[in-house]
């Protein structure tokens, strides 16, 4: 018996062509396994084999996702798989946005088990853990090695069709599913013994987590932009030049307040970009491409905007943990009221 | 202001402006360096425009 066919998809890193100087790699099909492929050729056994690798560059996808989207579908289809499977791509944002977009495309329109894996809090996650199913993996590639049996079991389950436990039994993100079951015990007692071991101080699990809502309502907008002080923000990572803070390219651990009084626009002569997510080379040939600046001393001069702030606040936002970014942005918001901050312009690369 | 927007929608953010490039959101080297501003000053003035204007949950302000 034959075994059954299945396409996987990677980013031009795992694909050997290059690191972040090829991240615009346009999408390409290669014959058989490329890369992590071949651990989850391995992993698959006898049952199903890794025909084709779509490859793609991150950037490229995410800067044209519905083109690439459609490029990397037909790559696929071409093959008439039994399943797809995707990276996985770890910590990795844009990886992670492509590959649960490409899986979630897939699944809609082939019609065929996908599944792709990343870390619970790569951006890719909450955008697709409710469109596609998304086994959990650790926070970068040197956790491969757990990934590739917890993707491809889950991947060989939905191939053969048997019933897929909860996302706690079968290791993936929860999709939002609610699944009735008849339970042994009655509600009114489940109840009274959950309160009782809280009670006692014992551990106890939930039936139903209430969903984190991180949502804030808008603030009513500036209503005299003339008379308004703004100030700048980035998660681009603009550094004065030396990176005297030392932030981290990736995982930034701190944030830092800069000076920007005497400057009437940011230069390669005393400003770098610390972001080791990107090509950094036109950040660092012209910071005002990440930190506006030159504009917007223009518009303080012009008498468009009351104020420019004089410190601007900068972390690096590649795989930096959200945990981090809400302290960060929580500490300093404080002082942008306290100086009178009327309204504050953000950019992320 | 963001060059992928579904990120910034998913994270919550009320007034997104759309960038340029991940590597060049508020610039564009293809450009001379004229146009280039120019380019970016749209950018921003649109970010104004959206720091002034009443949103309803989320809004996406497209300048370019």
Redesign the interface.
């Known amino acids: 018996m034959s075994k059954k066919k299945v396409v996987h998809y990677i980013n031009q890193f795992f694909a050997g062509i290059g690191g972040e100087e090829k991240a615009d790699h346009e999408p390409e099909v290669r014959e058989g396994v490329v890369g992590p492929g071949i651990g989850i050729n391995a992993a698959l056994g006898d049952d199903a084999e890794i025909v084709a690798t779509v490859i793609c560059g991150d950037t490229y996808f995410n800067e044209h996702m519905e083109d690439a989207e459609a490029a990397v579908l037909e790559m696929i289809e071409k093959y008439d798989p039994d399943l797809f499977i995707a990276g996985p791509a770890f910590n990795a944002g844009r990886y992670g946005v492509a590959a649960g977009a490409v899986t979630k495309a897939v699944g809609e329109k082939l019609g065929i088990p996908a599944v792709t894996a990343m870390y619970v809090e790569n951006p890719g996650a909450d955008m697709f853990k409710a469109d596609a199913y998304i086994v959990n993996t650790g926070d970068s590639a040197a956790t491969m090695g757990e990934a590739i049996p917890a993707l491809t079991s889950l991947a060989l389950k939905l191939l053969k069709g048997e019933e897929i436990g909860t996302p706690d039994e079968d290791n993936y993100m929860a999709r939002g599913v609610r699944v009735n079951y008849f339970a042994d015990d009655r509600g009114s007692k489940r109840a009274v013994d959950m309160l009782v071991k809280k009670l006692k101080g014992e551990e106890y699990e939930t039936e139903y987590p209430m969903p984190a809502f991180d949502r804030v309502d808008p603030n009513p907008p500036v209503e005299d932009m003339t008379k308004a002080k703004i100030a700048l923000v980035t998660s681009g990572g603009i550094v004065p030049k030396g990176n005297p803070d030392r932030i981290e390219s990736s995982s930034a651990s701190k944030y830092g307040k800069y000076d920007i009084s005497g400057f009437d626009k940011l230069s390669e002569a005393d400003h770098e970009t610390a972001h080791g997510g990107h090509d950094p080379v036109y950040a660092n040939e012209d910071p005002n491409r990440v930190l506006p600046v030159d504009v917007l001393r223009d518009l303080e001069k012009e008498g468009a905007i009351g104020e420019l702030h004089q410190y601007f606040y900068s972390t690096v936002g590649n795989g930096t943990a959200v945990a981090s970014a809400k302290k960060y942005a929580e500490e300093f918001a404080k002082e942008l009221v306290e100086a009178g901050v009327d309204a504050v312009i953000t950019t992320s690369t | ?4 927007v ?3 929608l ?3 953010a ?2 997104i402006v759309p ?1 340029i ?7 564009n ?1 293809n450009l001379d360096p004229v146009e280039e ?1 120019a380019l ?2 749209k ?3 649109k ?2 425009e959206a ?8 809004e996406v302000f497209e300048a370019v």
């Open positions: 202001m963001c060059t992928i579904p990120i910034s998913t994270v919550g009320n007034r960038t490039a991940i590597p060049h959101p508020l610039g080297p501003k970016r000053r950018l921003v003035e970010a104004l720091l002034s204007t009443d949103v309803d949950g989320q």
